[in-house]
């Protein structure tokens, strides 16, 4: 399935494959206000990591005009909706990377892709069989086959300090530091040096309570001189165990 464009709320179109869930998330960015966030200078340096179809970036395009963007996107279909979307917003100032972040370097690395859910697309497939068999049960097997059927790509993957130090250089501040990556949190944030934490203002971060994450990336948090708050994340049915970390200079 290819892009389209649609309208997601009055005045505010967009490129999509999967109007199903850019819908969930544009509520959830821009009439929830889950990912907003005070206390941030007028011209922020952003690091947007799993930026998908790019309705994160927009929002903080709107919110700060001024703000610097580094926008991490492996999946191709994606990345070309990412472009289109900044393109037609008029969006300037974001550097587009096409490739995963991880905690080492990888020339290669398997990415499964849901066209109709492009924001789960994951280096960790097995994860989303929850996901699946909840909407199995709750939207019927015919819709949960329809939102997960699947190619898979091939995509390198980078430290984020690699990447920081090679395109990013200029920034003394990362003033955000946003992480929605499908269950590779933890590789994101140990790909980041003891250096670079140290100029990380604010961290926003979504995680599941499973296996030890979310209680992995608190303690990664602490051990970097975070404060940190987790909340559930709402409308999001309970046994997913989704949760928002959100971690500020203590």
């Known amino acids: 399935m290819g892009l ?22 544009y509520a959830e960015i821009f009439q929830d206000n889950n990912y907003d966030h005070a206390g941030l200078p007028e011209a922020p340096f952003v690091v947007d990591v799993g930026a998908n179809i790019g309705l994160f970036s927009l929002f903080m395009k709107r919110r700060y005009p001024s703000a610097r963007i580094a926008a991490f996107e492996p999946a191709p279909q994606n990345v070309e909706a990412l472009r289109q979307n900044l393109a037609l917003h008029r969006a300037e100032g974001v550097t587009i990377h096409p490739f995963c972040l991880g905690a080492e370097d990888q020339a290669e690395a398997r990415l499964t892709y849901y066209p109709e859910m492009p924001g789960n697309s ?17 939207l019927g097997d015919d819709r949960a086959a329809e939102l997960f059927t699947a190619t898979e790509v091939t995509v390198p993957v980078h430290r ?4 920081l130090a090679e395109h990013h250089g200029g920034e003394t501040a990362i003033d955000l530091l946003k ?29 599941t309570d499973f296996d ?16 940190t708050t987790d ?19 203590a």
């Open 4 to 25: 389209r464009l649609i309208e997601l709320d009055e005045g505010f179109p967009c490129y999509v494959s999967g109007e199903f869930e850019a819908r969930f998330i």
């Open 122 to 138: 994951t280096l960790h497939p097995r994860e989303k069989d929850l996901q699946r068999s909840l909407m199995g049960e709750r």
């Open 160 to 163: 984020l300090s690699r990447v």
């Open 179 to 207: 992480v929605d990556v499908e269950g590779a949190e933890l590789d994101v944030l140990n790909g980041i040096d003891a250096a670079d934490w140290a100029r990380i203002g604010t961290v926003l971060l979504e995680v």
């Open 212 to 227: 030890g994450k979310l209680t992995g990336a608190l303690d990664l948090l602490h051990r970097h001189g975070f404060r």
């Open 231 to 249: 909340t559930p994340v709402p409308f999001m049915w309970e046994e997913l165990r989704f949760h928002y970390v959100t971690a500020t200079r």
